[in-house]
């Protein structure tokens, strides 16, 4: 697959999409200052229905069905080339500038044809068409989202965070903060057993070499509390939203209420509300997800492979019947 590269007309921005709501824009340092809006053409786009087709080089994909939308997002079921079931996910403009949806959309691409992982969702096309741009990814069964709500047995618990971590450690070695992993973007399928498969890299950050980087957009309910005192993310802040992640499936419900004001997310999260909460679970796991969801990054683990070594070392691990090395 060639490398995005920038086609189609020149910039303009579009008209169309609901503000966000649940994202936001971090802002701006003293001595910083936005670029002015510049007065562009705009354009007005037509989501797909059931039944379009889509086209690019490879082929054809037949839309059957939404699988679902979020934010920056909308994601389609088709049945495309060699008759095979596609989520191709639509980049939402969401009424920004042509440029900044065609750079969000090349990023995820690059990013997914460099990360080929077993539990990093598998892309096999990308294209534009009418002014949308496209992901044809591997179909999941469902998010994360769908298996929360009740308690999970620790042994299944530990078997997800296995293969997330694993995951999170090949995304690390690779510079990449994914900075979004949230039970939406957390994709399973099921084989012998569930498979875990990272989605989502719109946000996502390439280190550089660097120890953290300034986000320009976060997620408020999975915000690490680096990002809430000083506005920056790193690979321990992807630690500690997979720490809230293990303490969902453990407990059945978030660490942070899902309808927390704001200013009430900022104080609990600032004030190590989550930690607190994990450590009254009262069990090694709990413990354990407690560590990861210190406030200061230096008592967190230093890296997903060091979460490993202490989950795996656990009973419920080590006496399992399920999920067995084969
Ligand atoms: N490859 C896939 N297979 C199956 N379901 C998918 C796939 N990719 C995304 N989904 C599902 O489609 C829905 C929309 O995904 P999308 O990434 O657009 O939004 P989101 O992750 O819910 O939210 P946001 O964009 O705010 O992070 C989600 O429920 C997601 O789990």
Redesign the pocket.
Known sequence: MAAPTMIGPPPMSYREGAPST??QAVPMPAGFHSTPAMAMPRITVQYPQVGAILTSARGHYEVQSV?????????YECVGPFDQVY?V?MIRPANRPYGEVHAEWAREVQRLMLLRHPNV?FIYDAFEENFLYYLA????D??L?AMLGHPMQEGLVIELARQLLAAVQFLHDNDIVHD?L?P??V?ISHADRPIVKI??F?ISHELRGAPAIRPNVVHHKIMAPEVVAAGYTSKQSDLYQVGLLLYWMLTGTPALALELPYQELIRQVGGGEPRRRAEQIGTPLGHLIAKMLRRREVYRYTSAREVWADLRALPAWQNRDLFRAK
């Open positions: 649940s994202m699988v679902g939308s979020g934010e920056f997002g909308a994601v989520a996910k969702v990814l591997e179909r999941c469902h998010p989202t979004d949230h939406g973007n994709l989605s989502d719109g």
